[in-house]
């Protein structure tokens, strides 16, 4: 299972862009409400998330899980112990983490992007520890770690997750099928 966490301040698009590629991909995959069920997106769009985080346990089914920048979402997800040990488990049980816009900046803090390539909105390179920040780049893979620069980039992050959970041809499916008129 994938979990999306959703904290009030989250970027729309770049939450719910790789929730829908992702159910297209038939990738089991849950968003998870920080602090409520109903969290409200940074532009004011309230979403129902499919789990509260005390709701959420780490177990060998979670496959990755996804971290939407925002503000002030991305900042309400750092506060969150739940989001916390959602990092921890990942880092510790090599499980994938994928984090978009300024959320790359959670990782940085915790030191788990040093010696990574990475990429984040502009503005929060400085906030992503020992990484080799790519400023040209909309989204990067460095091992079990997918980084995105922003909402335009939401499209190719949710690419990335599926060439990783699934495979390349499948995320080259998923694109064929979003472009056909």
Do not use: W
Request: glycine content about 8%; proline content about 4%.
């Amino acid at each position: 299972m994938v979990l999306v966490f959703l904290a009030n301040g989250f970027e729309e698009i770049e939450a719910l862009t790789p929730v829908d590629c992702l159910r297209r991909c038939e990738i089991d995959v849950k968003t998870v409400g920080v602090d409520n069920r109903v969290v409200t997106g940074s532009h004011g769009i309230k979403t129902v998330a499919d789990l509260d985080d005390f709701e959420v346990t780490f177990n060998d089914s979670l496959e990755m899980i996804i971290l939407p920048g925002g503000m002030p979402g991305t900042l309400n997800l750092e506060k969150s112990e739940t989001v916390q040990s959602a990092i921890d488990y990942c880092a510790e049980n090599g499980v994938p983490i994928a984090a978009i816009c300024a959320a790359p900046s959670i990782l940085g803090h915790k030191g788990l992007l040093s010696g990574k390539k990475a990429t984040c909105y502009v503005g929060f390179e400085d906030q992503l520890a020992g990484a080799e920040v790519l400023t040209d780049v909309p989204c990067v893979t460095d091992g079990n770690i997918i980084t995105a620069c922003g909402m335009g980039a939401a499209l190719e992050f949710s690419c990335e997750i599926i060439k990783k959970l699934k495979s390349p041809e499948r995320a080259a499916q998923l694109l064929k099928a979003l472009n056909k008129k």
